[in-house]
């Protein structure tokens, strides 16, 4: 049995979800997740793990820790579509681009 009431950081744990963080702004919460990822915060997590505990989104975790932007939105939603598609879809698209065009964007990519 507890004798005294918890210290503000026993009140402050993080539950699974975000529950007890809601009340923070998002990028307040996507600071505490960075923190957590790179070991500024008591302990270490993963990216998934704080993402999860803070309830933020992943891309936001990882451009507050490296400190460069992830990918835009559309790009997101394309890769998500390229993995999903079969390869006749793939094709489809890939001959709505222009074969040119998704060539030269490949070899920017390679080189």
């Known amino acids: 049995m507890l004798t005294k009431s918890p210290t503000s950081e026993l009140q402050d744990t993080i539950v699974a979800g975000g529950r007890r963080l809601r009340h923070l702004p998002l990028d307040a919460r996507v600071r505490l997740a960075a923190g957590l ?3 500024n915060q008591r302990s270490r997590f993963s990216r998934k793990a704080a993402c999860e ?58 080189s």
Do not use: M, Y
């Open 37 to 39: 990822v790179t070991g």
């Open 53 to 110: 505990a803070c309830g933020v989104p992943w891309h936001l975790v990882r451009q507050a820790v490296n400190g460069k932007p992830g990918p835009s939105r559309a790009s997101a939603i394309a890769v998500s579509w390229w993995q999903q598609a079969s390869p006749g879809d793939r094709v489809e698209f890939v001959a709505a681009c222009g074969v040119s065009e998704v060539w030269d964007a490949l070899a920017e990519v390679v």
